[in-house]
C-alpha cells in the first residue's frame, strides 16, 4: 500500500517556464490537496478537491492550475514558474472533510 | 483563515527528557478539530496526534499527549520519554468540523534531541 506518491521528487525550473507535479494515492480517498511549505510559514493550501470532478482554491492559488484527473490523481500546473514559486509542494488525501489527511513525500521545487 | 500560532520556532530536550510545544490558535467556532503533525529530515507529513474539540479527554498516543484547553484556545503536545527519532519539525494544525476542507497550519518548531 503506496498511500500517497507524488513525483517527481526534486525539479529545477527556469523562470517562465512550465511543468505538472503529479500526485496519486490508493486509498480510495475522494478529496486530494496541494500544499507549499516555505520557510519560517508552515504549510498554506494551493488547491484542493473535494472530489472527483470539482476543484477549489485555497489561501494562496495565483499562478497555479489543478486537474483531477480521476479519482486517484490530482495534478497541479505552473504554467510559467517563477522564483517566488521555489518551495516544497505536498499532496495530501482523505476520505472527506473531517478525516485526518495523509500526506505524500513532497516535491523540492526550485524556480531560478 | 484561522490563525494558528507557535510561539517556539525552536526547542531542545535531552534523551529520555519531556519537552512540551505550545500552540495557539484563533477561532469563533465551538466544533473544530486539532491535530500535531510530525516532519522529519525525510520531508514526509507524519500525523502525531488528533483532538476533537468536543471531547473534553485529551488525546494521547504512546508517548506523546496533548493537553487541551479550549476556553483558552491552546493545544499543547508533550513528548515524554524522548528519542533521538523524535528530532524533527512539528506543526500544529486546525480544521473547522464543518464542510471546509482547509487545514490551516502553524509555523512549526524543530525539535533537537540531545544524546
Known amino acids: 500500500n503506496a498511500g500517497v506518491t507524488q513525483t517527481p521528487k526534486f525539479q529545477v525550473l527556469k523562470t517562465g517556464q512550465s511543468m505538472t507535479l503529479q500526485c496519486a494515492q490508493d486509498?480510495?480517498?475522494?478529496?486530494m490537496y496541494w500544499y507549499r511549505q516555505d520557510p519560517g510559514m508552515g504549510l498554506r493550501l494551493i488547491y484542493y478537491?473535494?472530489?472527483?470532478?470539482?476543484?477549489d482554491k485555497g489561501e494562496v492559488p495565483n499562478g497555479y492550475n489543478v486537474s483531477r484527473l480521476n479519482k486517484r490523481e490530482f495534478s497541479l500546473r505552473l504554467e510559467s514558474a517563477a522564483p517566488s514559486q521555489t518551495s516544497v509542494y505536498f499532496c495530501a488525501s482523505n476520505w472527506g472533510s473531517t478525516d485526518t489527511q495523509y500526506f505524500g513525500p513532497g516535491t523540492r521545487l526550485t524556480v531560478l | 483563515a484561522q490563525t494558528v500560532t507557535q510561539s517556539q520556532p525552536e526547542m531542545s530536550v535531552q534523551e529520555a527528557e519531556t519537552v512540551t510545544l505550545s500552540c495557539t490558535y484563533d477561532t469563533s467556532e465551538s466544533d473544530y478539530y486539532l491535530f500535531w503533525y510530525k516532519q522529519p529530515p525525510s520531508r514526509q507529513m507524519i500525523l502525531v496526534i488528533r483532538?476533537?474539540?468536543?471531547?473534553?479527554q485529551n488525546a494521547t498516543e504512546n508517548r506523546f499527549s496533548v493537553n487541551f484547553q479550549k476556553a483558552a484556545k491552546s493545544f499543547s503536545l508533550k513528548i515524554s520519554d524522548s528519542q533521538l527519532g523524535d528530532a524533527a519539525m512539528y506543526f500544529c494544525?486546525?480544521?473547522?468540523?464543518?464542510?471546509?476542507?482547509?487545514?490551516?497550519f502553524g509555523a512549526g518548531t524543530t525539535v533537537t534531541v540531545r544524546a
Open positions: 483532538q476533537e474539540a468536543y471531547k473534553q
Open positions: 478537491s473535494a472530489s472527483e470532478g470539482t476543484t
Open positions: 494544525a486546525y480544521r473547522s468540523a464543518g464542510n471546509d476542507y482547509k487545514l490551516s
Open positions: 486509498m480510495n480517498h475522494n478529496s
